[in-house]
T-cell receptor, first 114, second 110 residues
Framework: GAVVSQHPSRVICKSGTSVKIECRSL??????MFWYRQFPKQSLMLMAT?????????EQGVEKDKFLINHASLTLSTLTVTSAHPEDSSFYIC??????????FGPGTRLTVT | KQEVTQIPAALSVPEGENLVLNCSFT??????LQWFRQDPGKGLTSLLL?????REQTSGRLNASLDKSSGRSTLYIAASQPGDSATYLC?????????FGKGTRLSVIA
């Protein structure tokens, strides 16, 4: 089946630094990838839609200058959390869209900002 | 705006019981509905995908049904096992990306 990887799986960073998270579709090409965030005991919330070769579309309330998304190829999207703060600590999950609107999810990245 | 609700929020059952998890959605114009499993601190594992033209899908001890007209889906787990303990999420895909319910936290007691 389709596999999506994320790197890193866990990251701890200091407040004010930036962190990059990679999302890769390993055995298929994905024109569209999505980035989600999940706070403890909450459901997944969509942050942004990442389309290859174009600017990402952000959901209301998500700061595009803080969460930089780059979808430079059909198999890679990156999310950079800039000037991270403790409130950005969360579980970030990406997904890549298959041909039948199925979404294949990465394993997630747990970000802790100290 | 699509809204997805899952009932119950939490469920605890003894091992061996059959159980049903419920999912409802407000907009019936969907492409598909997916059920996921999430273990604590882990990413999502897709369990079953039902296209809008289908009524049910089965995988092992799992059976998911879809009634698009009434905006409902159920996930049936037969002969539950402690390893089934996890949070189960349903999500619908329409003209927007997946919209998730808040999940049902299942505990299967040995």
């Amino acid at each position: 089946g389709a596999v999506v990887s994320q790197h890193p799986s866990r990251v701890i960073c200091k407040s004010g630094t930036s962190v990059k998270i990679e999302c890769r579709s390993l055995d298929f090409q994905a024109t569209t990838m999505f980035w989600y965030r999940q706070f403890p005991k909450q459901s997944l919330m969509l942050m942004a839609t990442s389309n290859e070769g174009s600017k990402a579309t952000y959901e209301q309330g998500v700061e595009k200058d803080k969460f930089l998304i780059n979808h430079a190829s059909l198999t890679l999207s990156t999310l950079t959390v800039t000037s991270a703060h403790p409130e950005d600590s969360s579980f970030y999950i990406c997904s890549a869209v298959g041909t039948g609107y199925e979404q294949y999810f990465g394993p997630g990245t747990r970000l802790t900002v100290t | 705006k699509q809204e997805v609700t899952q009932i119950p929020a939490a469920l605890s059952v003894p091992e061996g019981e059959n159980l049903v998890l419920n999912c409802s959605f407000t907009d019936s114009a969907i492409y598909n509905l997916q059920w996921f499993r999430q273990d604590p601190g882990k990413g999502l594992t897709s369990l079953l995908l039902i296209q809008s033209s289908q009524r049910e899908q089965t995988s092992g001890r799992l059976n998911a049904s879809l009634d698009k007209s009434s905006g409902r889906s159920t996930l049936y787990i037969a002969a539950s096992q402690p390893g089934d303990s996890a949070t189960y999420l349903c999500a619908v895909a329409g003209n927007t990306p997946l919209v998730f319910g808040k999940g049902t936290r299942l505990s299967v007691i040995a």
